[in-house]
């Protein structure tokens, strides 16, 4: 048996930064990670390079039934705190679009650092350590391959369902349950959509496409680039719009934000197919244009004609048929009922001692470093309470 002040479950950003602000303030801190090394996750995001925050961090940014619970956390570890730790460590990193935070090298100089920040502050870790229960006698008790850990603090930073080819699992949520906590309905976030037979059929041969568009779904909008594949879209502006999507409705996208593809075509004394296709290529890229042409050409190229196909052009609908699921996903939306939790410690109002953090909590963050910013902050905020 082995006795700590804070059993962490889970290595990832969340669990690593709550362990080392723990640490920090003395407490004797254990980090369970089922994996065979921490930070797997850590490692493959942002396309290796790791988007480790996002400078213009903001509530607004965040997705939850509770708009307001994210508030107190951001505040109190804000994006300059993880900055000046990468600064600290020597790691060299650049600014992308949108204020999105970048290693120039590698992922693997983040989880370096956390590793070399648990060291500093005493944090035990044991890997490859599959949990097979946990109880709540006087204190937390979890059973592990690597042996029995008690504690009087329990926080649980497992992560949510995404990218199970990782690890990801639901032992998170079946935790939350074992305590009787509420669970906001999970799904994928940031993920790519499928499109149905028709749709599909028309479009997604020209896989590899890309455009700046507004996509657009439940009152919510985002101004990036979309990429069509070979089973539908993706893309920064679809990711982000599909965090707000619900299974059954559609997309509206507008192909030419800001610009009137119709306007060549009127100021031309010719009107028609091959008028429009050189008016449309000159706002899009040349395939999709013709393409899009393709099927919605007008019947006639007269003014009322012109009018419907500019409208069509700034809102594409599409409907898709469904999402690439969890596989695709960066994060999953949804989990522990924020209701259940303090938003200024992240520990349960009514299990003293047990806290939850990062994704496994019902708050989503934009695609661009806005989740690992929320891993941070929530990590921390836990930390310092323990």
């Known amino acids: 048996m082995r006795k700590f002040d804070a059993l962490v479950l889970g290595g990832g950003a969340a669990g690593l930064l709550c ?177 149905a037979g028709k749709d599909r059929s028309r479009y997604c041969d020209l896989a590899g496409v890309s455009a700046e568009v507004v996509a657009k779904a439940n009152h919510h909008a985002f101004r990036e680039k979309m990429l069509i594949t070979h089973r539908g879209l993706s893309g920064p502006a679809i990711l982000q719009i599909s965090s707000y999507w619900e299974k059954g409705q559609s997309i509206h996208i507008d192909l030419a934000p800001d610009r009137e593809v119709t306007e060549a075509i009127r100021a031309s004394k010719v009107r028609n197919m091959a008028a429009a296709r050189t008016a449309f290529q000159g706002v899009l890229p040349k395939r999709l244009a013709e393409r899009w042409l393709e099927n919605h050409a007008p019947p006639a190229w007269n003014n009322d004609a012109l009018a419907n196909l500019e409208k069509q052009a700034h809102a594409w609908v599409i409907k898709p048929a469904d999402t690439e699921g969890y596989e695709k996903a960066e994060v999953t939306a949804g989990g522990v009922d924020t209701d259940e939790l303090s938003s200024k410690t992240m520990e349960c109002l009514n299990i003293k001692g047990l806290f939850f953090i990062g994704e496994v909590v019902d708050v989503t963050g934009h695609l661009g470093g806005f989740n690992f910013q929320w891993a941070w902050a929530s990590g921390a905020a836990a930390g310092r309470a323990i």
């Open 19 to 195: 362990a080392i602000e723990a640490g920090k303030r003395g407490r004797r801190v254990a980090v369970l990670e089922h994996a065979d090394r921490i930070g797997k996750k850590i490692l493959i995001s942002g396309g290796g390079r790791c988007n480790f925050t996002n400078i213009h961090c903001g509530p607004g940014n965040f997705i939850s039934a509770n708009e307001h619970f994210a508030k107190s956390a951001l505040a109190r570890y804000t994006p300059a705190d993880f900055i000046a730790q990468v600064e600290k460590h020597r790691i060299p990193y650049h600014e992308k679009t949108l204020g999105q935070l970048f290693c120039d090298r590698s992922a693997q100089d983040i989880t370096e650092l956390l590793e070399s920040e648990c060291q500093a502050a005493g944090v035990q870790t044991f890997l490859q350590s599959r949990i097979r229960e946990v109880q709540r006698t006087t204190e937390f008790v979890v059973r592990a391959e690597s042996g029995e850990f008690h504690a009087p603090a329990l926080v649980v930073a497992t992560g949510g369902l995404s990218i199970p080819k990782m690890g990801a699992t639901p032992f998170g949520y079946k935790l939350a349950r074992q305590f009787g906590l509420k669970i906001v309905e999970t799904k994928p976030a940031l993920v790519p959509f499928v499109l």
